[in-house]
């Protein structure tokens, strides 16, 4: 149920994912679970409303009490105390999760800076040096890093600074150059198409579904319909005849044809995303947040 929640927030079904988070936080009230679950809540919030009294900050409050830097929910409580004119506790927070040992993992640091970003705290340049200092620099952090400079009208810089990382760090490896094929696109730099191209083309990478589907996504590479089409028989080659996704990307390439648009057999049905639901009922006592209950907040067990 856990791991189906996320997946639906991901697919952008949130309130599937708020009703299996909670679900799955009454079969199991660990700390994972109740993380999770508040972080989906938050998603289906409007935060910008949010305040002191709010169950949602409430509860990010007492799971930071009760488990001080706590991961999952770090950059959340971060933002909410921003968002509560609370920046000075919002800097403290951060600090203290940069001074604790072991350090926050890098994916943590790099929502830190995310949240600090956005929230202005100027806390972000730290919080990148302090995910590049922990482990080797990888195409996530040179990515978080070359996106705020280029988000600060500096894209020529960020892209310099993410094709030096590229070059000390692996510029064959796979995850680099997927990685600066992503951000060539996020900056809309003329470069993006050509650098997909090469990559879905390498003979080396043809078989990698996440290249093919990434590279078929790119907006930059739509009107190259030869790539399209043989990017789509990729595929369909590794994902085969019944995968809906390359179906679905053939269908839209033969509706950019006038004449392929008008044909009623074109697309013989539209393939949908629907999941069961919870056949678990949640009791009449079941609160959406957590009360003021250890065995809420129970630590994972070690089995």
Not at 42 to 51: E, N, Q, R
Not at 114 to 134: P, Y
Not at 143 to 156: P, Q, V, Y
Not at 277 to 289: D, K, L, Q, V, Y
């Amino acid at each position: 149920m856990l791991h189906l929640s996320r997946l639906m927030l991901e697919a952008g079904q949130k309130d599937s994912a708020l009703e299996y988070a909670r679900v799955a936080e009454h079969l199991n009230p660990i700390l994972p679970a109740v993380a999770n679950r508040l972080i989906i809540e938050a998603a289906v919030t409007d935060l910008s409303k949010i305040d002191e009294k709010s169950n949602l900050y409430l509860a990010l409050q007492e799971l930071q009490q009760k488990f001080p830097g706590e991961e999952a929910t770090l950059p959340l409580y971060v933002q909410l105390l921003a968002k509560t004119d609370q920046a000075d506790e919002a800097k403290k927070v951060i600090a203290s999760a940069l001074a604790s040992k072991p350090p926050p993992a890098a994916s943590t640091l790099l929502r830190l800076a995310a949240v600090s970003r956005a929230s202005n705290l100027g806390l972000e340049e730290t919080c990148f040096l302090a995910a590049e200092k922990g482990a080797a620099l990888t195409p996530e952090v040179a990515l978080a890093r070359a996106t705020a400079m280029a988000e600060s009208a500096n894209s020529a810089a960020a892209a310099k600074y993410f094709q030096e990382s590229m070059q000390k760090s692996g510029p064959a490896d796979v995850s680099w150059r997927l990685a600066w094929a992503g951000f060539l696109e996020q900056i809309k730099d003329e470069r993006a198409a050509a650098t997909w191209i090469a990559l879905a083309d390498d003979p080396a990478l043809k078989a990698n579904l996440n290249v093919q589907r990434d590279a078929l996504a790119a907006a930059s590479v739509q009107k190259d319909s030869a790539f399209i089409t043989r990017t789509i028989e990729r595929i369909r080659v590794v994902a085969g005849d019944q995968s809906i996704g390359w179906k679905m990307a053939h269908a839209r390439l033969m509706l950019r044809d006038p004449a392929s648009a008008k044909d009623p057999g074109l697309i013989k049905s539209s393939p949908t995303s629907s999941l069961p639901r919870p056949t678990t009922p949640m009791p009449a006592h079941c609160s959406p947040w957590p009360m003021k209950n250890p065995a809420i907040f129970q630590a994972p067990s070690s089995k």
